[in-house]
């Protein structure tokens, strides 16, 4: 395993367990409700202001409901986006990935990134320059 870079003051990286399941491919292990346990208990004793989440999962709209109960607010940054894999058969097959209407009423702060990211008249935005960008 790779050694864990600079994670940013302010941020708390939470790393959860991945199984191979039998088809050879990764599954999460009941990652959902780990990771909103652990941001509602962080919730709950830092009294941080804002949990941004990385998802589309209406799993964690409870989440986000109890957080806007402590008057924490949520931000989902989210994408929409279809793609293409070859399956192990061998057939071609096109995926899509939504998030769901549910998170993104729930949330405070929704944003959108793939609209945001292919907007052309913010190539030179600076925020959205160095969004990516590892920092360590």
Not at 123 to 135: H, P
Request: hydrophobic residues 40%.
């Amino acid at each position: 395993m790779p050694p864990l870079r600079r994670t940013p003051r302010g941020v708390h990286r939470t790393l959860t367990p991945i199984r191979i399941g039998r088809e050879g491919r990764p599954q999460e292990v009941g990652t959902e409700i780990w990771l909103s346990l652990e941001a509602f208990d962080l919730a709950v004793h830092k009294h941080f202001d804002v949990c941004a989440l990385i998802c589309c999962d209406s799993d964690y709209v409870p989440l986000a409901r109890k957080l806007s109960g402590l008057r924490i607010r949520t931000m989902v940054l989210a994408w929409d986006f279809q793609y293409e894999f070859t399956d192990p058969a061998g057939n071609r097959r096109r995926k899509e990935t939504r998030t769901s209407q549910a998170l993104i009423e729930a949330c405070t702060y929704p944003v959108m990134m793939a609209p945001l990211l292919d907007d052309r008249s913010k190539k030179d935005d600076r925020l959205l320059e160095g969004l990516f960008v590892d920092s360590a």
